[in-house]
Nanobody, 125 residues
């Protein structure tokens, strides 16, 4: 079973920075795309950024130029450096992987759509 665990959330003033981290654990051969989504109160969950296993990145329009996503394939981790925070960045941030190659005994298979439990980010004015 694959588990994603986020860390690094908290509070920051507007204009400040925070860094989120996520680690994938379990019987993992390889993690495909990893990314971050967020959900603010009363709003739908939205893509913040993701990164493929070969390092190709994609950012949501509202964070492009302020946030940077990175990953360490050897450690199955993904990080999100958030700079120039605004109150609109206040949300619960979720780590995601679209598919993970896992093993169990002699069985190797892809498993899909994994989510962490989320970490809260609060930006104050």
């Amino acid at each position: 079973q694959v588990r994603l665990v986020e860390s690094g959330g908290g509070s920051a003033p507007a204009g400040g920075s925070l860094r989120l981290s996520c680690v994938a654990s379990g019987r993992i051969f390889r993690v495909n795309t990893m990314g971050w989504y967020r959900q603010a109160p009363g709003k739908q969950r939205e893509l913040v950024a993701n990164i493929t296993s070969d390092g190709t990145t994609k950012y949501g329009d509202s964070v492009n130029g302020r946030f940077t996503i990175s990953r360490d394939n050897a450690k199955n981790t993904v990080a999100l450096q958030m700079n120039s925070l605004t109150r609109d960045d206040t949300a619960i941030y979720y780590c995601n992987s679209d598919r993970v190659l896992t093993y169990s005994g002699d069985t190797v298979q892809w498993t899909y759509d994994h989510w962490g439990k989320g970490t809260r980010v609060t930006v104050s004015s």
